[in-house]
């Protein structure tokens, strides 16, 4: 009986431990600490139906992806960015976004990149 309980008692340390490291890499813990720190972060998932999160200068955005054929091979064709909330651009230039453009294309070389409201009004200036 105590070696059962022994077990159990191991079992539910190892699960702790499990969950604990889990927790601490978990993408919305990296993603909510480079916001803070105003560095620049890309979240992505191979899935192509999921949408990424990008992080740069405090500023969180949301793109959806979406696949087509190009050069004779399905790949992501057209991504679609807007910000999250659109008080956090405060302070960003022209250049924040063509930089965020450049890192996005390393990712999708074939995609274009439509930036939505307020944004595409903004880069059109």
């Known amino acids: 009986m105590i070696w059962l309980l022994r077990f159990v008692l191991l079992f539910f340390i190892i699960f702790l431990f499990y ?8 993408s919305s813990r990296k993603l909510e600490s480079a916001r803070k720190h105003k560095r620049f972060l890309l979240i992505d998932h191979e899935d192509v139906r999921k949408n990424f999160l990008l992080t740069y200068k405090g500023a969180v955005f949301t793109g959806e992806k979406y696949m087509g ?31 965020m453009d450049k890192k996005i294309l390393e990712h999708y070389p074939n995609a274009d990149i439509n930036w939505k409201s307020p944004v595409k009004e903004f880069l059109q200036q």
């Open 19 to 26: 969950m604990g490291v889990k927790l601490l890499f978990q």
């Open 69 to 99: 054929a190009k050069d004779n091979t399905f790949d992501v064709v057209s991504i679609s960015i807007w910000p999250e909330n659109t008080a956090t651009l405060k302070g960003m230039v022209k250049e924040d976004f063509f930089y």
